[in-house]
């Protein structure tokens, strides 16, 4: 919560008290500071690189999710920490293991 207040704290001091140089031509605030970043954000493509190296551009990668129970989560949490991975990473790897290993030739 104290990070939340610290954020708005900051935010607001950006917006409104903040004092810009003289003649500044690349600080933005409002509706010009969205429009420029909306620019960069369709200028670098949009959003996260797909997961699929074969995905078409736009294409969303399906998502599933799945309760686990807290000590497979917790087993889960310290495999990426200590690979130095994203968890999310680490069940994707499993669940494709498991797919390969389960999946019937065609």
Do not use: F
Not at 9 to 32: F, H, I, Q, Y
């Amino acid at each position: 919560m104290t990070e939340r207040t610290d954020h708005q704290a900051l935010s607001d001091w950006a917006e409104n008290e903040m004092t810009l140089p003289k003649n500044s031509t690349t600080a933005l605030r409002g509706g010009d500071a969205a429009a420029a970043g909306r620019a960069l954000l369709e200028r670098a493509g949009g959003g996260r690189p797909p997961l699929d190296p074969n995905a078409q551009p736009g294409q969303e990668s399906p998502r599933r999710q799945v309760r686990l129970p807290k000590p497979l989560s917790d087993s889960v949490d310290a495999i990426a920490a200590r690979q130095g991975r994203r968890p999310a990473d680490v069940m994707r790897e499993a669940i494709a293991a498991y797919a390969a290993s389960h999946s019937t030739p065609a």
